[in-house]
């Protein structure tokens, strides 16, 4: 009976582990749903905008140590709260300068509708950002140091065992679902919001009806870029990273995103919290190195049952 409590203490921690993750990467899949959602674009970046929202946590943080405004506490959840409306500007000007180029209505006559140009231009400003990164931070991991990281709350189960939950990951998760929350209630009810999904679904209406579709897709790209760097600032909480971290993210974002239905929001959060449950629950008989092995298993088995996502019926180009 001991091992048995034993399997079952460790698969409620492994659980309560992947909800918290879970909740983070939903957060960053929502903001690579709302870009593909709006304008179609397969964003290779992606993974960088949340590598920069971690450095611009770290440095925040940092910078507001010493002021007596915020507490020790929540100076990083503040910090990576901000790294969304500056991401949100970098991407509303990189749209604005480099991706309308190839993007929008005016490719839509272009051989593939401009994605081939798209994938390039993506893949430039990524590699770009990971090298600059690299010249400007370093190659030393780095991380946000939180007194909350090395503390947990304990959840008593039997006289014997109980359930440590992450006192970082657990703000993060709450920050993560609050954030989501928001965006989903801006997309569906907000003019603004109402507006991008009328460029997501007809652009050509919705130019008739008087709506700027370009506009539509800057913020688009603006905001989903803010959002993953909000994603990114969390993870930094309870985390190291480097300038290449982004390289790890975007596969789970990708991931994510398809396995809860291209284009639905919904299924993007519900997507990645998909992807933390499966990588936390794997750590119970995988080694670390083999849990994205874990991920992709699933991943293709619910493609192969479901190939349009477990939101596909109800997806919605938002």
């Not at 604005?96 to 231009?121: D, F, K, M, P």
């Not at 503390?151 to 993560?176: C, G, M, Q, Y």
């Amino acid at each position: 009976m001991s091992g048995l409590a034993g399997l079952a203490e460790s698969f409620l921690q492994a659980l309560t582990a992947g909800l918290l993750v879970g909740c983070i990467y939903g957060l960053m899949c929502l903001g690579l749903g709302l870009i593909f959602g709006v304008m179609r674009v397969i964003n290779f970046a992606q993974g960088d905008f949340l590598m920069l929202g971690m450095y611009f946590t770290l440095y925040l943080t940092a910078g507001l140590a010493g002021t007596a405004l915020f507490g020790t506490v929540a100076i990083p959840f503040i910090a990576a709260i901000c790294a969304g409306p500056v991401l949100f500007v970098g991407g509303y000007f990189l749209h604005r300068l480099l991706v309308s180029r190839v993007t929008g209505i005016r490719v839509a006559g272009i051989e593939g509708e401009g994605h081939y140009a798209q994938l390039i231009l993506t893949l430039g400003v990524a590699l770009i950002l990971e090298n600059g990164g690299l010249i400007l931070f370093g190659s030393t991991p780095k991380s946000v140091r939180t007194p909350l990281s090395a503390s947990a709350w304990e959840i008593p189960l039997h006289d014997t065992s109980a359930v440590f939950v992450n006192k970082a990951r657990s703000i993060a998760a709450l920050v993560s679902i609050a954030a989501a929350a928001g965006l989903y209630w801006f997309i569906g009810h907000s003019r603004l919001g109402k507006a991008l999904r009328a460029a997501a679904d007809n652009p050509e209406a919705a130019t008739y009806m008087g709506i700027d579709v370009d506009r539509a897709h800057r913020i688009a790209f603006g905001i989903g870029t803010g959002v993953t760097a909000v994603a990114g600032g969390l993870v930094a909480t309870y985390s190291s990273f480097q300038p290449y971290v982004g390289l790890e993210f975007v596969i789970i974002m990708y991931a994510g995103v398809v396995l809860g239905g291209m284009g639905s929001m919904l299924g993007a959060f519900w997507g990645g919290m998909t992807i933390g449950l499966v990588q936390q629950l794997s750590s119970l008989f995988l080694s670390p190195q083999l849990q994205n092995s874990a991920i992709f298993v699933v991943f293709l088995l619910i493609v192969l049952i479901r190939p349009q996502g477990l939101f596909g019926r109800r997806a919605e180009r938002t």
